[in-house]
């Protein structure tokens, strides 16, 4: 990739919770980044390292710019400044979207308009002009509820919520754009993503974000269902490493798991997080919440293979660093 005088990297969803660790990293491996992010979660504070306080916030480091724009709408127009002042976008993250499994089966609709159809917008864009490598936030959601772990890419895919529908039919997008229109693109199926800055203030937050600030306070914990539903859980900073590998050359058309090949019942990680933040606590169950998926664990020996990467981080160095 090229240093921070080159060709730009686009993170969309910049400002959020990924987004922001992913523009940390390549800044410091000396990108121009511009981050394009309308703020609907996420935050200016999120890129704090790089706003200088006599911009406010508003303004930018040389090495970040922000732009705001609403992904699935108008990004050839608000890129143009930008592009015009540095040179063309050599490559782009695409990571902003609608983040909640619960939110898209209550608004189907705005999950498609926004992820989607954000992530057709990023890619008639890379056609047009030309982009270098797509890498695109992809979810385990594609999956669905698959009895044989762990979940390998090849598993057939049967999403059970708009938002799986979404992300599949993003990455279907992808290969498409790649076959017909050259476009050289990777998809990173997420798992579970926890670490800090994620943002617990919503009921459809991640459960690691609202579990921590909980029981920090020393308030009760919900769990939905019984429980016993698993996820794996990976940290940010190896999410991180994984994308930094997929804007990279090569692997166009590669589709890869992200997660650390392990899992933990909800119920186990409540009272992980309870004990590990002085057990005040107490954990109430709740009915399961629709289009739940019941058990989540990732093969991880394509990341490792084509990317390089292992997610390294125990679970519970990576929950001190989040309650942290
Ligand atoms: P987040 O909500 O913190 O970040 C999403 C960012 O996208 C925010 O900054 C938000 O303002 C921005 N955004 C949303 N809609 C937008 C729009 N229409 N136009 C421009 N910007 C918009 O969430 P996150 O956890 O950092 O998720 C990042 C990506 O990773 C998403 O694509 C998500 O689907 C994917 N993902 C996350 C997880 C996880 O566990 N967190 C797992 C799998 C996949
Ligand atoms: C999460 C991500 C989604 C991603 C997917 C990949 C968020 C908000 N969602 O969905 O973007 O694509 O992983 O696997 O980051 N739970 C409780 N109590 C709570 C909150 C949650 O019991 O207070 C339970 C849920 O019912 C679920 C589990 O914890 O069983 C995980 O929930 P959540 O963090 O919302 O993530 P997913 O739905 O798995």
Request: aromatic residues 8%; contains cysteine; hydrophobic residues 40%.
């Amino acid at each position: 990739m090229s240093s921070s005088s080159g060709p730009i990297a686009v993170v969309t969803g910049g400002a959020g919770f990924i987004g922001s660790h992913l523009t940390d990293r390549l800044i410091e491996l000396g990108h121009r980044v511009v981050v394009l992010d309308d703020f609907r979660t996420g935050k200016r504070a999120n890129l704090a390292r790089w706003l200088t306080p006599e911009h406010g916030f508003g303004g930018a480091s040389p090495a970040l710019e922000l732009v705001t724009c609403d992904v699935s709408h108008g990004i050839f127009a608000a890129l143009a400044p930008i592009t015009a002042k540095y040179g063309r976008v050599e490559r782009i993250a695409h990571l902003a979207a609608q983040v909640s499994v619960v939110s898209s089966v209550a608004n189907p609709l705005v999950d498609m308009s926004v992820n989607y159809g954000g992530t057709l917008h990023v890619l008639e864009y890379a056609r047009a002009m030309g982009v270098a490598k797509v890498a695109f936030a992809s979810s385990a959601a594609v999956y669905g509820d698959v009895s044989e772990m762990p979940v390998g890419e090849d598993t057939p895919t049967r999403p059970v919520s708009p938002y799986g529908i979404d992300k599949l039919a993003s990455e279907l997008a992808l290969d498409y754009y790649a076959n017909v229109h050259g476009v050289p693109a990777t998809a990173l199926r997420f798992f579970n993503v926890y670490g800090p800055r994620q943002d617990p203030s919503s009921p459809y937050s991640g459960v690691i974000s609202i579990f921590a600030d909980r029981a920090r306070a020393g308030r009760t914990l919900t769990i939905f269902g019984d429980g016993q539903q698993t996820r794996d859980f990976v940290y940010v900073g190896d999410v991180v490493r994984g994308l930094v590998a997929a804007l990279g050359d090569g692997n166009s058309r590669t589709v890869a798991n992200v997660g650390t090949g392990g899992e933990i019942t909800v119920t186990e990680l409540a009272r992980t997080l309870v004990e590990l933040c002085g057990g005040k606590s107490a954990i109430e169950y709740a009915p399961q919440r629709a289009g739940e998926i019941l058990r989540s664990r990732a093969r991880v020996d394509r990341l490792r293979e084509a990317f390089g990467v292992v997610a390294e981080t125990r679970l519970v160095d990576g929950l001190r660093a989040t309650i942290a």
